[in-house]
């Protein structure tokens, strides 16, 4: 069996996820490409700037609000599966939300579309209304 190119779809992304665990929030925008385009899941709780296009729009209307409004949040990814330069990947959201102090933990599939080696496109997946509900604002 091959070697796998360390430079592969899957590699990339798995990298994301060490680097967004470390808290390298500079390394996970460093391997989007100028253009991405980020959909939430509908209705998720943070899919009010659906479509986020562009890193930095990326970074003000996801990636600062988590540390802000949740304790100890985590991304786990289980399972990735590859083909070519797109990867998916199912895991969980686990955390606590400071506001309410209810705690999520929740599956996801995550949906990654690369292009030269740079995510142009992601599309999240996960239960929106436990997200809602714990974050105080469902049913």
């Known amino acids: 069996m091959a070697p796998r190119p360390t430079n592969s779809a899957a590699e990339v992304v798995r990298g994301l996820y060490a680097a967004f665990a470390r808290g390298d929030v500079i390394a996970v925008l460093g391997s989007f490409a100028e253009n991405i ?3 939430e899941a509908e209705n998720f709780i ?3 700037g ?3 296009v562009g890193p930095q729009a990326i970074l003000n209307g996801i990636f600062m609000r988590l540390p802000t409004e949740w304790e100890g949040f985590t991304v786990t990814p289980s399972e990735f ?3 070519g330069d797109r ?3 199912t895991g969980r959201y686990t955390g606590t939300h400071r506001a309410t102090g209810k705690a999520i933990n929740s599956q996801f599939a995550h949906f990654w579309t690369l292009s030269g080696g740079k995510v142009v496109a992601f599309q999240q997946y996960t239960d929106t209304l436990q997200a809602a509900q714990v974050a105080g604002s469902g049913a």
């Open 37 to 39: 385009v980020w959909n």
């Open 46 to 48: 943070y899919a009010d």
């Open 81 to 83: 599966v590859a083909e």
């Open 50 to 52: 659906n479509p986020y």
């Open 87 to 89: 990867v998916a990947v």
